[in-house]
């Protein structure tokens, strides 16, 4: 199985200011015959289902504000949220679609600092 | 648009069978697409448990492979997870979800968008 790992854990970020959290793929998730990295992106607010943010690694799903936004290939990638607002307060997970079983990193807690 | 709701008992005795049913709808299921559920232990991470496409193929996590059995009725627009012998460790929120996208005329495992809002389910005698 692919392991994701997500860093930090857990983040506090100052309202305005950019959140950036990372996820480390174990093996890489590029898929060389399209050039697509096989990552997503979620949001989980309590009590909610998590949310879908970004696939393919960098395109952001319809609706979701242009302050999110994915980068990185291969094994490396990052979410960013260019300028935190009270209601990004969130769990907030990477997932592998490239090779089954899909997996998820452990999660990255962000908060208001 | 989209949407779906899970729907099953909310308490499950050990060593028994945890059954939960997903209805959809605004889509109908054999237009396309897999289906999957995703599970979540209280206050921890996600884990995919298995998708099946409208016809009935089917994807599971190995983890769970010889415990997990999911299956797709199309006249009700609704697929249904089986777990069975059932301890304490399967106590989590399960959600159902649109698993993947379709290009070409062929559907692919890949993101899951939408979920449903997700069903708490105790094991506890």
């Known amino acids: 199985d692919i392991v994701l790992t997500q860093s930090p854990d857990s983040l506090a970020v100052s309202l305005g200011e950019r959140a950036t959290i990372n996820c480390k793929s174990s093996?890489?998730?590029?898929?060389?015959?399209?050039?697509?990295?096989?990552l997503a992106w979620y949001q989980q607010k309590p009590g909610q289902p998590p949310k879908l943010l970004v696939y393919w690694a960098s395109t952001r799903e319809s609706g979701v504000p242009d302050r999110f936004s994915g980068s990185g290939s291969g094994t490396d990638f990052t979410l960013t949220i260019s300028s935190l607002q009270a209601e990004d307060v969130a769990v907030y997970y990477c997932?592998?679609?490239?090779?089954?079983?899909?997996?998820f990193g452990q999660g990255t807690k962000l908060e208001i600092k | 648009q989209v949407q779906l709701q899970e729907s099953g008992p909310g308490l499950v005795k050990p060593s028994e069978t945890l059954s939960l049913t997903c209805t959809v709808s605004?889509?109908?299921?054999?237009?396309?697409?897999?289906w999957g559920w995703i599970r979540q232990p209280p206050g921890k991470g996600l884990e995919w448990m298995g998708s099946?496409?409208?016809?009935?193929?089917?994807h599971y996590n190995p983890s769970l492979k010889s415990r997990v059995i999911i299956s797709v009725d199309t006249s009700k627009n609704q697929f249904s997870l089986n777990l069975s012998s059932v301890t304490a460790a399967d106590t989590a929120v399960y959600y159902c979800a649109r698993d993947g996208y379709c290009s070409g005329g062929i559907c692919y495992l890949a993101w899951f968008d939408p979920w449903g809002q997700g069903t708490l389910v105790t094991v506890s005698s």
């Open positions: 099946i496409y409208h016809s009935g193929t089917t």
């Open positions: 997932q592998q679609y490239y090779s089954s079983p899909h997996t």
């Open positions: 605004g889509y109908s299921i054999r237009g396309g697409y897999y």
């Open positions: 093996q890489s998730v590029l898929y060389s015959s399209n050039n697509k990295n096989y």
